[in-house]
């Protein structure tokens, strides 16, 4: 129960260990810097590189569009093999030092959320300087003491205005430059509230962040389309754009999905769950989303791949997918396979008692609770236990337990798809 | 020193809630613990009333959020106990004049002062359970084991892991083993089955408890009462002793003696 924002704590600070070696390094790796298409990051190379030379020497670098400086940071989080203490194993992707671009979704599970980068500002390099804010004090911004170089002073020490005022806008709205480029994080507030911030900030920076991808991270906020959209629009506004998503909420994600964006769902924690580009460039129905945990009541996941869940599925919780439904686990809820019309889809379960059962375009419900029983779907433990497939033979949904199913199942499988 | 915010929540109304939040705290005291209760079911305050306090409020956690008095004026002592403190609700107001953040920062001043700061939260999951849930540490659901109790916990418990990324314990109430053994209701392990979240105590069914609090007397203050055996069993899980959990489906002279004794 309370430990969770401790946990989180320690699984940001685990990174810190490869900070000298970024340092020491930092100079070589800005030489051959290679273009980053990882995060959206589509700045021209040769600028990048010759930014972050100049950078790296300590020079302020006034002709050279500055805003390149988030995809120089980008490849230089590249070539760092993931740092030893983290704690996702399973999803973490291989180190990809030179292993050509991996695929876009990886590239981002790789990244950690937030690298705590206690660096006293001296020590970075000037295009980071704004970064690194030690713990996320929301309170007020700790402005790089002393440590702008460049004629046009950083955004975050937004000068001229009362520091109330600043410390509240920030908490709105809290504009970073990362290791892995620029980050926008939202807090609590109306979403008009929070644009409106934004925009304000984006004016005071005057250009700073020009032609820049931004990483937009909005915890566990649910998002709609139009506010990603919105969103978006004021980026472009100033020259920007929206790069990447993060979210710890399913709706956001599946909202950043639904416009086209690229996106990644986190645990709490700052785990990665699940990463995602828009569909056209992630081939759907071929790949599997695997949920680990519980669905429960009100929870709705809705995916175009093909759906894994391992855990149970409560009542009043609903999963939909384009393709299959595979359940490690107790199936309660109400499902819908083959979605987008797909009749061959399937749905497995090793508890297989849904509410309401869809495939394609039929639908069975649960039988009705025999009179004088409480009702079956909170019952207790089904009495069977058997794992069941179900899928459509001859526009009805068949059960079968797996192993019937399985011998002239497979045949049947294909007789049924016809 | 800081204390513990407990939240004490359910999503669907009429569970226990307010029983639950006025003995768990009249347990913790027995246990020698400083408490505070809060209630934040402001508009529709009951807590005081189940604790018997009702008579002596003055101010409520809306003076003190909107600075009309301070913290220390509005906290009403119970006289039972050693430490044991209320903070009313409003009952003229209304649930959104009270902000999470200010609900958090009377936490953060109560803390100071008690080991424990038990929450009762109103039902729903609007305004009034974020006003409950933000400055909780801790989150106890209770529940009954019938059908809507169980879906609409499982709802609250999606939205303490989505939105506030809390593991809540879970509190079983008015649980009938009789209707159990004769496999008319779900046992415990259903439920639990169900909501697959800790289990932090069982109370069994009881109408003298129904009295008690009309009463204003806490079960746990009453020494004739059985029930506050389980009241304080889920008092101590909550302080971190490992307790084992009494057997209620076992029968005879045997099972009546352990009940009796807790155990």
């Known amino acids: ?418 | 020193m800081t204390g513990t915010v407990i939240t004490v929540t359910s999503g669907k109304g009429g569970v226990g809630k307010t029983t639950t939040t006025a003995n768990l705290c009249a347990a913790l005291t027995q246990l020698g613990q400083r408490v505070v209760a809060v209630d934040a079911d402001i508009g529709l305050r009951n807590l005081d009333l189940v604790m018997g306090l009702e008579n002596r409020i003055v101010y409520d956690s809306i003076d003190v959020a909107e600075g009309r008095c301070t913290l220390q004026q509005a906290l009403v002592r119970d006289p039972r106990a050693e430490f044991l403190y209320l903070l009313p609700a409003a009952q003229t107001r209304d649930k959104t004049d009270i902000t999470p953040e200010q609900m958090s920062k009377i936490c953060q001043q109560l803390v100071n002062i008690a080991d424990y700061v038990l929450i009762d939260s109103p039902a729903g999951i609007e305004h009034g359970f974020s006003t409950a849930i933000a400055p909780a540490d801790r989150v106890l659901i209770v529940t009954t084991s019938d059908v809507s109790a169980l879906r609409d916990a499982d709802k609250v418990i999606y939205l303490l892991e989505r939105d506030w990324h809390r593991q809540p314990g879970l509190v079983i109430n008015r649980f009938n083993p009789r209707l159990v053994n004769s496999g008319e209701m779900r046992g415990i392990d259903d439920v639990l089955d169900i909501l697959a979240i800790d289990l932090m105590g069982v109370v069994p069914e009881d109408e003298r408890l129904m009295l008690s609090t009309d009463r204003g007397t806490p079960a746990a203050f009453d020494r004739r009462m059985q029930v506050r055996r389980a009241y304080e069993n889920i008092a101590r899980r909550v302080m971190g002793n490992n307790v084992p959990l009494t057997d209620y489906y076992r029968g005879g002279f045997r099972g009546w003696l352990a009940r009796i004794f807790g155990r």
């Open chain 1, 1 to 418: 129960m309370s430990e969770s924002p401790l946990s989180q704590e320690t699984v940001h600070a685990a990174p810190t260990n490869g900070l000298p070696a970024f340092h020491t390094r930092i100079a070589d790796l800005l030489d051959d810097v290679t273009a980053p298409a990882m995060l959206a990051a589509d700045a021209a190379t040769a600028t990048a590189a010759g930014v972050a030379a100049n950078a790296a020497s300590g020079a302020p670098a006034p002709d050279a569009p500055p805003s390149s400086s988030p995809s120089t940071a980008v490849s230089v989080a590249n070539l760092f093999p993931p740092l030893p203490a983290r704690p996702l194993d399973a999803e973490s992707p291989p180190p990809a030092v030179d292993a050509g671009a991996p695929l876009p979704g990886e590239r981002l599970v790789g990244a950690p959320r937030r690298p705590a980068t206690p660096l006293s500002a001296a020590n970075l390099p000037p295009f980071l300087a704004p970064s690194s804010p030690p713990p996320p004090s929301d309170a007020g911004e700790s402005s790089p003491p002393a440590a702008s170089p460049r004629g046009e002073a950083p955004p975050t020490d937004a000068v001229g205005e009362s520091s109330d005022a600043l410390a509240a806008a920030n908490q709105l709205v809290n504009i970073k430059g990362r290791s892995d480029g620029i980050v926008v994080e939202v807090g609590r507030g109306s979403w008009s509230e929070i644009l409106g911030v934004l925009t304000k900030r984006l004016e005071q920076s005057a250009g700073f962040f020009r032609n820049g991808s931004v990483a937009l991270d909005v915890g566990a906020r649910p998002l709609v389309e139009d506010e990603l959209r919105q969103f978006a629009a004021v980026l472009t506004q100033f020259e920007m754009k929206l790069g990447v998503v993060r979210t710890s909420s399913e709706r956001t994600f599946q909202a950043a999905l639904a416009i086209g964006m690229t996106t990644t769902l986190e645990s709490p924690e700052g785990a990665p769950v699940a990463a995602a580009t828009p569909a056209a460039t992630n081939a759907g129905a071929a790949s599997y989303f695997v949920y680990r945990g519980y669905l429960r009541s009100g929870h709705r996941l809705r995916r175009t791949e093909n759906i894994l869940v391992i855990g149970d599925i409560n009542p009043g919780a609903e999963v939909i997918s384009e393709g299959d439904i595979l359940v490690w686990g107790r199936l309660r809820g109400v499902v819908h396979a083959g979605a987008s019309g797909n009749r061959r889809a399937i749905v497995a379960a090793l508890d297989l008692e849904p509410t309401q059962m869809r495939i394609a375009d039929v639908t069975t419900i649960g039988p009705d609770p025999k009179p004088g029983q409480p009702g079956r779907f909170f019952w207790k433990r089904s009495q069977h236990k058997r794992p069941e497939i179900a899928r459509l033979v001859q526009n009805e949904i068949v059960l079968e337990e797996w192993d019937a199913a399985r011998p002239g199942g497979l045949v049947s499988l294909r007789r049924g798809a016809g």
